[in-house]
């Protein structure tokens, strides 16, 4: 359920790759009758790598992982689990995998971090 550069609030659709993508799953799988099978989103995120055309800005990155985490709670009650990709990689790729990280390699946290683990602890979350 990567978002790309899309909000996480954005209509799903079968040409498209973003967040309520989760959405058009769940219809084939109550289609098929397992509808009462939870759904363990295992990557999802946004990227915010200053070059990459499928990133956002780190502003919007933060904006969108947080209410991702709404829309999912309020919309998606089917979702079990929601895990962002990635924490960190052993080394920097050099690339702008890089920026899906929450921590960086020599394990410092990144800005996302930060918001996540205040929304996570019900913290009262204050973008700038």
Not at 14 to 42: Q, S, W
Not at 90 to 98: C, F, K
Request: aromatic share 16%; hydrophobic share 35%.
């Amino acid at each position: 359920t990567y978002g790309f550069t899309f909000p996480p609030e954005a209509e799903p659709g079968p040409d498209i790759l973003n967040f309520r993508r989760i959405e058009l799953i769940r219809e084939i799988m109550t289609a098929h009758g397992d509808a009462a099978k939870p759904i363990y989103v295992t990557e999802s995120g946004w990227n915010d790598h200053p070059r990459w055309t499928k990133a956002v800005r780190p502003l919007q990155r933060i904006q969108y992982t947080i209410a991702s985490y709404e829309w999912a709670e309020a919309h998606m009650p089917y979702v079990e689990k929601l895990c962002q990709w990635v924490l960190r990689y052993p080394a920097p790729t050099r690339s702008y995998p890089d920026n899906f990280t929450f921590l960086t390699a020599d394990f410092r946290p990144r800005p996302i971090y930060e918001y996540v683990q205040a929304y996570a602890q019900g913290q009262e979350i204050a973008l700038p």
